[in-house]
């Protein structure tokens, strides 16, 4: 499985931005796709996830900012008035298990991508 994002980069307050996370790996079934962030010095923690079926879940931070939209094994995270403290490190993460009759699911990460939020 292969994770691969772009859309970072650098925006003022107020400002907004696009993330995409593009996924792939023959033979595999993708579950559920999600973003994650780190600030410096702080954890990774959640930003929002999306399964197969559509359903989306948000931290409570950027809830009614930033929506999550998923096409297959692709997804995007569309961020609106930005602000300072959503700078940091974005990773895409894809929960993926093999085709087959061996169910197995495991955890993949994208190499991250920057979004600096400042004046």
């Known amino acids: 499985v292969h994770l691969v994002e772009s859309g970072g980069g650098l925006v003022q307050p107020g400002g907004n931005l696009t993330l995409s996370c593009a996924a792939s790996g023959s033979g595999f079934i993708f579950s559920v796709m999600g973003w994650y962030r780190q600030a410096p010095v702080e954890g990774r923690e959640l930003v929002a996830t999306?399964?197969?079926?559509?359903d989306a879940d948000y931290a409570d931070s950027v809830k009614g900012r930033f929506r999550i939209s998923r096409n297959n094994a692709q997804i995007a995270l569309i961020m609106h008035d930005l602000k300072p403290e959503d700078t940091g490190i974005y990773y895409c993460k894809a929960v993926a298990t093999p085709k087959g009759p061996s169910i197995r699911f495991s955890p993949y990460w994208g190499q991250g991508t920057q979004v600096t939020v400042s004046s």
């Open positions: 999306i399964g197969a079926d559509g």
